[in-house]
């Protein structure tokens, strides 16, 4: 049977790693070649690079990290960031990655995820949204969780699966950075509408919330930046605790 | 070693595949012309899309009638994902459409064979499970994990599948006939497991 996967989540800024916590204080702490061997040695199933610069010469480095990354790690690479249009998805396809990630820029012009299902896939195409409660309501947020769109964020994710997105990202505003565990209220609100993969970001930071994660019906993957970078959890240590809770894992 | 050719037809990019053959040493050339698949001592044919329309650039590029002929003399061949599709008798994504018939079988919607609960595509990594030795197994381990993305499946092909995976019904991993493979991961995105097939398949 398939196996639930564990994704660490490398965000890249003018070519080094770095990891926020509630998207603020940014620092840089690691080379993203480096650590994608590392992880891929250690068993990571996938890896999510998220391109945080906005520069020209930001956007040229990222693209020689990627080009590096999967010249010399042969595990799936979903790329991130900065993807406003088919141009995009082409620029870090031709770099190797396997699958692109759209957030802001469905937002900006929602027919970008049908446009780019058709030409590459749906499964080249994972939506990602940054989501957080207001007024007890789940709201989508844009522009790395700083702008409130005043759209609901569970009604956005039925129509980017409608649309042609095959898998999502959830990552919840709320729980990012707190390693309180994920967000469970919000991705079985998701599960619970669109039948695509889910990709469970925001707020791990023991092994037990993964593990808890994945009791939930329909939670496919768990992603992380900070606990893995900082090797507070190792992921071998990670998959041989879920196998032992009867989770199938790949080790 | 002998060149091996990476056909591109102008579907999907090949630049994970070429890389991971560049990472085990394999001599090999990205074959846009049908010379190259004549030289070629053995030849991959990849893909990624929809069906009808990798066949129908697959005939536009002049390439097909020339991957026909060196398939019928002999020479190793591995169709990766839709290029493992791609060698059945025909497809039935969107219609139905004629494949190259190097194997009998025909390629079927995963959705309404699975159970409930099971998503569409498969997308993962999923064991697989050896049905038949094959030297293409020669550096694997039965119930390793390869990587999976798809919505459709080889069906009634059980005399030449060598390899499943479990997703609710079994899902064709790897088939052979002759000296034509294919598997329907990918094993340029299967880590280390999926380099030692590459591999294997490039000493075959």
């Known amino acids: 049977m398939i196996t639930k996967r564990i994704i660490p989540c490398l965000d890249v800024r003018d070519g080094q790693v ?48 990627l080009r590096a990354v999967a010249s010399q790690v042969f595990i799936p690479l979903t790329v991130g960031g900065g993807i406003n249009a088919l141009e995009d998805f082409d620029r870090v396809l031709k770099c190797g990655a396997d699958k692109v990630s759209v957030n802001s820029g469905a937002i900006r012009d929602p027919s970008l995820i049908a446009r780019a299902a058709k030409r590459y896939g749906d499964q080249c195409v994972v939506l990602s949204m ?11 947020f844009a522009k790395g969780g700083r702008e409130d769109t005043g759209i609901d964020a569970l009604e956005w994710a039925r129509r980017g699966v409608e649309s042609g997105a095959g898998e ?29 993969p889910i990709i469970a970001s925001g707020g791990a930071g023991r092994r037990e919330d993964f593990a808890e994660l994945f009791r939930h019906e329909g939670m496919d993957a768990g ?21 032992a809770q009867g989770v199938e894992v790949r080790l | ?69 060196e398939a019928r003399g002999g020479k190793p061949l591995l169709g990766i994902c839709l290029g493992m ?45 050896i049905l038949r030795d094959d030297p293409l197994f020669r550096d694997f381990r039965s119930g390793e994990h390869v990587y999976y993305v798809h919505s459709y499946y080889a069906r009634n092909c059980a005399r030449h599948t060598l390899a499943v995976s479990d997703y609710g019904v079994p899902v064709t991993g790897v088939v052979r006939r002759g000296n034509v493979y294919g598997a329907q991961f990918h094993p340029e995105k299967s880590g280390d497991a999926g380099l030692r097939l590459l591999n294997a398949f490039a000493s075959i």
């Open chain 1, 18 to 65: 770095v990891k926020g916590v509630k998207f603020q204080g940014v620092r840089a702490i690691a080379d993203p070649v480096e650590m994608a061997k590392f992880y891929n040695e250690t068993g990571a199933d996938e890896l999510v690079f998220y391109d945080i610069t906005a520069s020209f010469e930001g956007r040229r480095l990222f693209t020689d990290v």
């Open chain 1, 130 to 140: 940054d989501i957080r409660r207001v007024d007890g309501r789940f709201r989508l």
């Open chain 1, 168 to 196: 999502l990202v959830v990552n919840s505003i709320d729980t990012d950075g707190v390693r309180g565990g994920f967000d469970l209220e919000l991705l079985d609100a998701v599960a619970a509408r669109c039948k695509v």
């Open chain 1, 223 to 243: 992603l992380a930046a900070g606990i893995f970078h900082s090797k507070q959890l190792q992921i071998p240590e990670l998959k041989a605790y879920l196998r």
């Open chain 2, 1 to 69: 070693m002998s060149m091996l050719a990476i056909i591109d037809y102008g579907v999907g990019n090949l630049f994970s595949l070429a890389s991971s053959l560049k990472s085990l040493g394999v001599a090999h050339e990205i074959a846009t012309r049908p010379e190259q698949l004549r030289s070629a001592g053995r030849i991959i044919l990849p893909g990624v899309g929809a069906f009808a329309d990798a066949a129908n650039k697959l005939a536009e590029s002049g390439m097909r009638e020339a991957l026909l002929e």
């Open chain 2, 85 to 129: 599709q791609l060698l059945f008798d025909r497809s039935f994504e969107y219609g139905e459409h004629e494949g190259l018939g190097l194997i009998p079988g025909e390629v079927c919607p995963l959705a309404p064979d699975l159970p409930a609960g099971l998503k569409v595509p498969h997308i993962g990594w999923n064991r697989l499970e």
